[in-house]
């Protein structure tokens, strides 16, 4: 079975692909839909932008801003704080951008969009969708991450997909639909023009108001569509794959339209049909009738290249796959396609026949790196399994290589996984993968015995260590793997790099979880899925450890495994070395005090939470928490990993951050929960009337 092709393709090059300055203003070169993806410092940094969720198309989570600096980060102060309570605003993940002047973000379960004054976090208009059934039904309504933004025929244009599975394009100084994109919607309360419905191009009956058949499946969106090259590319992303237990589903297609029109241009299949490539990874005809392999991570771009990098999900039912065996493409890979056309230039498929619910759940990273005196255009893709895979983002070539090695294999009736799965020879792994009495807790040796006991009754092993049913012969009640799918990398903890150096910050916690699968039948009517016809009849569909969990209790309350518990690991990309790594914040109170410890020394543990992070020029920023739960955001030196200063910050930062220059002013501001807290030098704009 072949797997892991590449395929070459032409580079385009575009003189207006760099940052530049103009006066005394560092700016982007935006002809239309060319979006920015690499930095460079600033002259005079009295404007710098922040375009994509990821600060550019190259998901970089980097600023050339320098203004705050190690040398004043202790002067922060509180600028403005934006209230969403009035959007119903509460999972804080969304992203800013600030483009031209103003700051844009979406909010709240209606995902509204919101254009703020970047001084003081004034609303200065916001625009929200008519209701429909689609959108009641969603279960990611909340999960917006941010806008996409491009110029077209020189006036600004805010992008969006909604909880509903519409295409919005907003002026971006009016939030008015965009004259003359996309075509009327025979429903009540839409605009006549600016919205794309995007079900009308997946192939699949429909109803404008109800959406597709639950029969049939769902699709929804938590990320936003990234513009490239005048060119709106759209990802998707279906119902929980943890919350399935049929083995009907549409796949997760990407579709993609033209920024002025709205015009549709392509659609790749995630899930190849007959006469293309990968259509023999389907084994039984399964393509016919399951899907999923929804590209919900954010996505990135090279627009030099004319190239979008794609990030996928396992597809239907995330941890058995007995109804479609085979390594199924393009489940759980890294996919680069031409936005001009949508063919595949390359992929790598990260896990074959996922039944782990290892989907990818952060934008791939593009860096240059040096090798053997070249520079070598990268793509770094972290993941839950604690692996970073890194290719030449333009031929798809691994920078190092990538071995397949044996892996464990399944005891659940009807089950059949891949005999290997893929493993980078660098860089080496950067938190813990699977669970042996080796890696279980040994502050005393008490405490190592009762890990052991608490783990008696659960089969434990190697990554990749296989679900495993209720009533098997192994005598089990199920298994304990490592890392979960909760990670790992995971999606509140995307990473952050360097472009100046080539060196990327990985976010990771060590996390391990129990799963037990039961019968199809039992679980459809535990979990009220209606998406399909067939359950997966008398082998097992999904996890289910009844009332509490059922998980392995921890020793005195404490963590079966050895810390750090979460880490950064900075790693550099030139070499595939790992530089340094840091626990996250402080070993938690909780932790700290607890009896079982008494008059043990167990150094930081760190707090078990992901780091929420930025690069400058001049420092590595996370948001934590100290020891007593106080949120910090702390200043890191990015060669060393030492700590170069902290300041407590009013609320918990829950998935990044971002910054931008405005009139000379440097903000960085944290997404806070329903709120977004601004922090600069000065503090708030004197007289200011918005914002608190």
């Known amino acids: 079975m072949e797997r892991n092709i590449v395929e070459s393709g032409t580079p385009r090059k575009s003189a207006n692909s760099r940052?530049?300055?103009?006066?005394?203003?560092?700016?982007?070169?935006?002809?239309?839909?060319?979006?920015?993806?690499?930095?460079?410092?600033?002259?005079?940094?009295?404007?710098?932008?922040?375009?994509?969720?990821?600060?550019?198309?190259?998901?970089?989570?980097?600023?050339?801003?320098?203004?705050?600096?190690?040398?004043?980060?202790?002067?922060?102060?509180?600028a403005w704080v934006w209230n969403g309570s009035s959007f119903d605003a509460q999972s804080g993940r969304s992203t800013p951008s600030y483009v031209n002047g103003k700051l844009y973000t979406v909010a709240g379960p209606r995902r509204h969009v919101i254009a703020m004054d970047p001084e003081t976090g004034e609303t200065l208009w916001s625009y929200r969708e008519p209701n429909t059934f689609r959108w009641e039904y969603s279960m990611r309504k909340d999960y917006g991450k941010g806008v996409a933004y491009a110029?077209?025929?020189?006036?600004?244009?805010?992008?969006?997909?909604?909880?509903?599975?519409?295409?919005?394009?907003?002026?971006?100084?009016?939030?008015?639909?965009?004259?003359?994109?996309?075509?009327?919607?025979?429903?009540?309360?839409?605009?006549?023009?600016?919205?794309?419905?995007?079900?009308?191009?997946?192939?699949?009956?429909?109803d404008p108001y109800y959406g597709i058949d639950k029969e049939i499946g769902y699709l929804t969106s938590s990320s936003p569509p990234i513009v490239?090259?005048?060119?709106?590319?759209?990802?998707?992303?279906?119902?929980?794959?943890?919350?399935?237990?049929?083995?009907?589903?549409?796949?997760?297609?990407?579709?993609?339209?033209?920024?002025?029109?709205g015009d549709f241009k392509w659609k790749f299949n995630v899930i190849p049909r007959p006469g293309e490539f990968g259509h023999d990874t389907w084994e039984s005809d399964a393509w016919q009738y399951t899907g999923d392999v929804s590209p919900w991570a954010p996505l990135s771009a090279d627009p030099e290249l004319g190239l979008v990098y794609v990030a996928t999900n396992p597809p239907t039912i995330d941890y058995y796959g007995g109804f479609s065996p085979g390594d199924n493409l393009f489940g759980t890979s890294l996919i680069a396609l031409d936005v001009a056309t949508g063919e595949r230039k390359w992929h790598f498929q990260l896990v074959h026949h996922d039944v782990w619910n290892y989907d990818i759940p952060t934008a791939p990273v593009l860096l240059d790196v040096q090798q053997n005196g070249r520079t070598i255009k990268a793509v770094a893709q972290p993941t839950k399994q604690t692996l970073l895979f890194v290719f030449n983002r333009e031929t798809g070539e691994p920078l190092w290589p990538i071995e397949e090695r044996p892996v464990p294999q399944s005891v659940v009736p009807g089950e059949q996984l891949s005999a290997t799965q893929p493993f980078p020879s660098k860089p080496l792994p950067y938190d813990m993968q699977g669970l042996s009495v080796d890696t279980m807790i040994d502050f005393t040796p008490e405490l190592r015995q009762q890990a052991i006991a608490a783990l008696a009754d659960w089969q434990i092993g190697p990554m990749y260590n296989p679900p495993l049913?209720?009533?098997?012969?192994?005598?089990?009640?199920?298994?304990?793997?490592?890392?979960?799918?909760?990670?790992?990398?995971?999606?509140?903890?995307?990473?952050?790099?360097?472009?100046?150096?080539?060196?990327?910050?990985?976010?990771?916690?060590?996390a391990c979880a129990p799963h037990t699968?039961?019968?199809?039948?039992?679980?459809?009517?535990?979990?009220?899925?209606?998406?399909?016809?067939?359950?997966?009849?008398?082998?097992?569909?999904r996890y289910a450890n009844g009332a509490g969990g059922g998980a392995p209790r921890a020793p005195s309350g404490l963590p079966l495994m050895k810390p750090p518990y979460s880490r950064i690991t900075a790693i550099d990309l030139n070499s595939g070395e790992h530089l340094w790594m840091i626990p996250i914040g402080e070993t938690p109170d909780r932790i700290k005090n607890n009896p079982a410890l008494a008059g043990v020394d167990i150094g930081n543990t760190g707090t078990g939470a992901q780091a929420l992070m930025m690069v400058t020029p001049s420092m590595l920023l996370y948001a934590g928490e100290v020891s007593d739960g106080t949120p910090h955001l702390f200043a890191?030196?990015?060669?060393?990993?030492?700590?170069?200063?902290?300041?407590?910050?009013?609320?918990?930062?829950?998935?990044g951050m971002m910054s931008y220059v405005h009139q000379g002013e440097q903000y960085i501001v944290l997404q806070t929960g329903s709120t977004l807290t601004a922090m600069s030098l000065h503090g708030p704009v004197a007289n200011s009337a918005g914002g608190h």
């Not at 025929?153 to 003359?180: E, H, N, R, W």
Request: proline share 7%.
């Open 636 to 655: 890191i030196d990015k060669a060393t990993g030492r700590e170069l200063a902290r300041l407590p910050v009013p609320a918990q930062t829950r998935y």
């Open 19 to 78: 940052w530049r300055v103009i006066g005394n203003i560092l700016t982007r070169a935006l002809p239309l839909g060319l979006l920015v993806g690499t930095a460079a410092p600033a002259l005079a940094q009295d404007t710098i932008e922040w375009t994509h969720l990821g600060g550019d198309a190259h998901h970089t989570r980097y600023t050339p801003a320098n203004n705050i600096n190690p040398n004043n980060f202790g002067e922060l102060k509180e």
């Open 517 to 541: 699968l039961v019968p199809g039948d039992e679980a459809d009517l535990r979990y009220m899925t209606d998406n399909g016809t067939t359950t997966t009849g008398i082998t097992p569909a």
């Open 469 to 510: 049913h209720r009533d098997n012969a192994l005598g089990k009640r199920g298994v304990y793997w490592c890392p979960s799918d909760a990670g790992g990398s995971n999606i509140t903890g995307p990473a952050a790099a360097d472009p100046e150096t080539g060196i990327i910050y990985v976010s990771s916690q060590s």
């Open 151 to 206: 110029e077209v025929d020189g006036k600004g244009v805010i992008y969006i997909i909604s909880p509903a599975f519409f295409l919005t394009a907003l002026d971006a100084d009016t939030g008015a639909p965009l004259q003359g994109f996309g075509k009327p919607v025979p429903i009540d309360g839409f605009a006549q023009t600016g919205v794309v419905d995007l079900l009308a191009d997946l192939g699949h009956p429909f």
């Open 228 to 261: 490239v090259n005048g060119v709106v590319v759209v990802g998707n992303s279906a119902e929980q794959g943890y919350n399935q237990s049929r083995i009907e589903n549409v796949p997760g297609d990407i579709l993609a339209y033209d920024a002025k029109t």
